[in-house]
């Protein structure tokens, strides 16, 4: 299967700092989602979001900035992250 590389933005009317915890902590997260969320906050460490549905790892971390992150989906029609 052949595939590209997306690159999404968006604009938030939040804080630098509010934004990157409510997607960095494993609580916040959850409560956005309604959904489970196992967040790692270290360089190659481990997430899942969305009750396992998606899960991958940071590649870049900068506090308040920047988060740079390889996700991996459950579905069918999905290339394998193998």
Request: proline share 2%; net charge negative; charged share 35%.
């Amino acid at each position: 299967m052949k595939t590209k590389t997306i690159r999404q933005s968006a604009s938030i009317k939040a804080s630098p700092e509010e934004v990157y915890d409510l997607l960095m902590d494993e609580d916040k997260h959850s409560s956005l989602t309604g959904t489970s969320v196992k967040m790692s906050k270290e360089i190659n460490g481990k997430f899942e979001v969305f009750d396992g549905y998606c899960h991958g790892y940071n590649i870049e971390l900068d506090r308040d900035k920047k988060i740079v992150q390889a996700w991996h989906f459950q579905e069918d029609g999905w290339p394998s992250d193998k």
